[in-house]
């Protein structure tokens, strides 16, 4: 048990589909992830949250929408996705977040499995 | 440009010992960190090290040298349960966390 949830496991869409990730984390942690996980590349940030605030977003195209409404859950919303966003989707937590110093580790979800056709 | 550079996929035999490296060149340098990926499941921490030298935790052992920019992994008497990628991590000079590729690790009978 990580302690940081993620629904739903695995989403199909279609281009025109419009849909949400969801993240919850039972840690009481501060700061708050999004990466996309493809094949053989390494994890990319794409977005983070501190204490509620957006602090990184990693030139993520438009079509992805993050929305942080308290310290616990983060979602992902998701518009007119292309083939490419195909991937896992990983949400992670940490005690300060970025930038802050110190040893921080990062606890992850179990990610969701998104399919774009 | 920073960069993680770890093995694609190492092959083991159960009951073995296997090392799996990491090299990284980034700017600055405030630790690094192993994670163990199980299939379809969440990285899960495995160790963090900031200074140079041996770190053990049971079957697993995590080595830094700084002056080389290089890790390693240590797993000792391999189980099937192993298998899995394991995951490199450096922590550069803004606290921000750049990710190594993976190493896919295939642990035979």
């Known amino acids: 048990e990580t302690g940081v949830t993620q629904t739903p496991r695995h989403l199909v869409m279609g281009m025109t589909n419009k849909k949400s990730l969801k993240c919850e984390q039972h840690?009481?942690?501060?700061?708050m992830y999004w990466y996309k996980q493809s094949a053989k590349k390494p994890l990319e940030l794409m977005f983070v949250?501190?204490?509620?605030?957006?602090?990184e977003n990693n030139s993520v195209p438009s079509r992805f929408s993050p929305e942080c409404p308290n310290s616990s859950h983060l979602f992902l919303h998701l518009h007119t996705l292309q083939p490419e966003d195909s991937a896992l989707y990983l949400c992670?937590?940490?005690?300060?977040?970025?930038?802050?110093?110190?040893?921080?580790?990062?606890?992850f979800g179990p990610g969701t499995r998104l399919t774009v056709l | 440009g920073q960069n993680i550079d770890q093995p694609t996929e190492m092959t083991a035999t159960e009951g073995a010992i296997v090392q799996i490296n990491c090299t990284y060149q980034?700017?600055?340098?405030?630790?690094l960190f192993w994670y163990q990926q199980h299939a379809g499941e969440a990285p899960t921490f495995l160790s963090y090290?900031?200074l140079d030298g041996l770190e053990e935790k049971g079957r697993f052992s995590s080595f830094l040298s700084r002056s080389k920019g290089y890790s390693y992994l240590l797993l000792k008497e391999l189980q099937m349960k192993d298998s899995a990628s394991y995951l490199c991590?450096?922590?550069?000079?803004?606290?921000?966390?750049?990710w190594g590729a993976g190493t896919k690790l295939i642990i035979k009978p």
């Open positions: 992670a937590s940490s005690q300060v977040g970025p930038g802050s110093p110190g040893t921080d580790t990062q606890y």
């Open positions: 840690l009481g942690h501060n700061a």
């Open positions: 949250y501190s204490l509620e605030e957006r602090v």
């Open positions: 980034t700017s600055g340098f405030n630790g």
């Open positions: 090290n900031v």
């Open positions: 991590a450096v922590m550069d000079s803004n606290y921000q966390l750049i």
